[in-house]
């Protein structure tokens, strides 16, 4: 990886994923290079969104290392995140807690491609609500992947095809 050091622990999709943004990176450059060096990263796969946040700090870094000027859309199309939701997106971007209005889905579909394989506009940020900046806030979570699964699991998830869901999938 010419730009990326330290990255190979992460997950094959997103280590892929990376490694174009980098391709684009290089393009939008016009020959201009950089070098990320990652010390730790957030667990993947536990709803912290920190693939979409990884990337979109390559990204912001870059850019700002490169004087690219580039926007948030911009950015947005070069993560290639934010096709189902832009939570992840409107987070990093504003802080706080966001919620937005998602994309159309279909609700009898078996499953919906994650954000990194569906392509579309950013969904539009419905709200917003800072967090005051004298809350100072810890994320408290199991260091063992497996025990983490297992608090994932042990929450249901909702049907989005019972009728008791039907109102917020239409």
């Known amino acids: 990886r010419p730009c990326l050091e330290g990255f190979d ?3 094959a999709s997103l280590l892929r994923s990376l490694d174009l943004v980098c391709a684009g990176i290089g393009k939008l450059s016009r020959g201009r290079f950089f070098h990320a060096t990652l010390e730790s990263a957030a667990p993947a796969h536990v709803g912290l969104g920190s693939g979409t946040t990884l990337t979109l700090a390559l990204i912001a870094g870059a850019d700002a290392l490169l004087d690219l000027r580039l926007t948030r859309e911009q950015m947005q199309r070069l993560s290639g995140r934010g096709g189902l939701s832009g939570v992840g997106l409107h987070a990093f971007f504003e802080g706080g807690v966001v919620w937005d209005g998602g994309h159309a ?3 009898d579909a078996p499953f919906h491609l994650p954000s990194a394989g569906a392509c579309g506009p950013l969904p539009p940020l419905m709200g917003h609500i800072p967090f005051p900046s004298r809350w100072r806030l810890a994320l ?3 260091a063992d992947a497996a025990a983490r699964k297992e608090v994932a699991t042990a929450v249901p998830v909702p049907d989005p095809r019972s ?8």
């Open 105 to 107: 889905v279909d609700p």
């Open 163 to 170: 009728e008791r869901n039907k109102s917020h999938t239409a």
């Open 9 to 11: 622990g992460l997950d």
């Open 140 to 142: 408290l979570a199991p």
